[in-house]
Structure formats: C-alpha cells, structure tokens
C-alpha cells in the first residue's frame, strides 16, 4: 500500500547556477525529483526574496536548502530564516536541513560557520556514518555514503544537544541530529553528478584548478543519492509521528 503523502515545506534559500538550473532544475525541481518518489509533496518558499511561511504547522515538515550565501552574511532575510529555524526546534516542528540548511540551522542554535581550513569540498565524497544507524536508516549504510558535496564553509562545533551522525576528514561534522524532530546534512543528496559537473565547471577559478579536476575525476563513482534521499523522507514521516503525538 501506497505511504500517505507528506506535505513538506521547502525554504529555499539560494539557486542553483542559472545556467545549469535551466538544464537540470533548480532546488525545487531536484528536491522534487528526489523525494517525490517517497510520497513528499513539495510547497516552496523563496526565503531569500522574502517568501516566508506564515504557518509553519501548516506543513508535515520542511526541508531547507542549500545557498550561495554564507550562513554569517548579515543579510535580512538569513536572519528571519534563523529565527524560523529556531522556532522549528523549540516547537519540535520536522526539518531535513541541507548544506547551507545544515549550517544555518547550527549557527541558529549557538554553534559557528566557517570556511573550511583546506579549501572547497566538491563532487562526490565518501562519508562514514557513526555509531548504530538510526531507526529511519532504512536500508542501513554498509559503506562509505557517496553524495555530491559542494561547499567552502562548513559547521565548526556541534550545537548543544546535537548528535554527530557523519563525517569525512575534509568535513568532520556532515551531518547531525538535533533533538527528535531535526536532522541536518552538509552534502546534496539532490544534486547529481551532472549538476556538480556543471556547477565546478563554473566554479573552476574560485575552487582551484586542481580541486576541481579531483572534483570531477570523482564524478564516474556511483553514489547513494537515492539512498538518503529515503532516510530523508523517513526521517520527516518519523518525526511527523512524534509531533502528532505531542499532547
């Protein structure tokens, strides 16, 4: 039988590279075409032209996006998405915050952002997954999880209360729990290896000449989008169940 849709609000935060998004999607189409296939239905709000849910109950739960932008940028609309973010926590309203999700969500809650000491993580990197895999790791990781990252800036500490889940030696902290109702991701699950193709591609000058052909000598491996494309959308129904039941 068919899992009942979720209805999942996305905060998007920044654009994919127009030229690539003319091609392959921007963030609303590739989230879309990642979790649509798990029963997530997608609503967004352009967050950083100042599209702001005014209900976030409204909604099983939301997924924010990735961005350009530094989660430290002292622009208005960061800090009203951080003041969402915030609410989302103390309310334990469900989120899947990615990349620059993961890292707004972390500064949201006291910890710090900032660029990673050996440059830009880029392609497809391998990351561990710590400890006994979580109830909506299903299937389990039997392996190093490959996804795209595509980053400069990265979480420095984990906020209190968080749960270290992932990391690789470029990103020692790539994703974390932060109570029952958050899970945060540093790579793009929703990007494939044609997106990071084109995005280093374009972004050859500001990653180096030699990260970026590491980058993409690295995008014929397989990766497990799919897979955490899956534990995402468990994650969301799990913790759309705990908010139910919340007296």
């Known amino acids: ?26 963030y609303p189409e590739l989230f879309a075409e990642l979790l649509a296939p798990h029963g997530i239905e997608l609503t967004t709000f352009d967050v950083d032209h100042d599209q702001f849910p005014t209900d976030l109950e409204a ?36 989120m899947v915050a990615v990349c620059f999700g993961h890292q707004l969500l972390a500064q949201a809650m006291g910890s710090t952002v900032a660029k990673a000491a ?27 999880v490959r996804v795209i990252a595509s980053h400069q800036d990265q979480v420095t500490a984990l906020p209190d209360g968080a749960v270290l889940l992932a990391r690789t030696d470029h990103c020692p902290i790539a994703a974390f ?38 980058a993409l000598a690295s995008l014929d491996q397989p990766l497990d989008r799919d897979l955490v494309g899956g534990w995402m959308a468990a994650f969301l129904r799990q913790a759309a169940a705990v908010a139910r039941a919340r007296p």
């Open 1 to 26: 039988m068919p899992e009942t849709p979720l209805r999942i609000g996305l905060l998007q935060c920044g654009h994919v590279h127009p030229e690539v998004a003319a091609d392959l999607g921007d």
């Open 59 to 94: 909604f099983d739960g939301w997924v924010i996006s990735g961005s350009a932008n530094s989660a430290y940028d002292d622009l208005p609309w960061i800090h009203r998405t951080e003041d969402l973010l915030r609410q989302m926590i103390t309310d334990e309203i469900p």
């Open 118 to 144: 050996d440059g830009w993580g880029a392609g497809v990197h391998a990351y561990e997954f710590l400890g006994e895999p979580e109830p909506w790791m299903v299937p389990p990781p039997s392996a190093p």
């Open 177 to 214: 729990t932060l109570g029952p109702t958050a899970f945060a991701i540093q790579p793009h699950p929703e990007f494939t290896a044609a997106v990071s193709r084109g995005l280093v591609e374009r972004r050859r000058d500001r990653i180096g000449a030699e990260a970026s052909d590491a």
